[in-house]
Nanobody, 113 residues
Framework: QVQLVESGGGLVQAGGSLRLSCAAS????????MGWYRQAPGKQREMVAT???????NHVDSVKGRFAISRDNAKNTVYLQMNSLKPEDTAVYYC???????WGQGTQVTVSS
């Protein structure tokens, strides 16, 4: 049984930082393309960042230079470091195994102005 469990969301002021974690079980993250997605109220879910099996990372333009996806293979955990947060980053953030299309339950990030 595959489980992706996100944590680390919360309320933060603009300019602040958060680190999201996605603990995986039932899959080996180093053998999967993993990603972080987000969905703001009234908007479609969008890709935020992905990390390939070789460690290549890709970030949507709106977060480049502010967010960074990474993974710890020993902990089987994927991270999203979010710096210089803006109110428009407010959304539910989801972890996904892109390779196998499994999703986590999501964690709320709220950035106040």
């Amino acid at each position: 049984q595959v489980q992706l469990v996100e944590s680390g969301g919360g309320l933060v002021q603009a300019g602040g930082s958060l680190r999201l974690s996605c603990a995986a079980s039932g899959i080996t993250i180093s053998r999967n393309v993993m990603g972080w997605y987000r969905q703001a109220p009234g908007k479609q879910r969008e890709m935020v960042a992905t990390i390939s099996t070789s460690g290549y990372t890709n970030h949507v333009d709106s977060v480049k230079g502010r967010f960074a996806i990474s993974r710890d293979n020993a902990k089987n955990t994927v991270y999203l470091q979010m710096n210089s947060l803006k109110p428009e980053d407010t959304a539910v953030y989801y972890c996904r195994s892109v390779s196998r299309d499994y999703w986590g339950q999501g964690t709320q990030v709220t950035v106040s102005s």
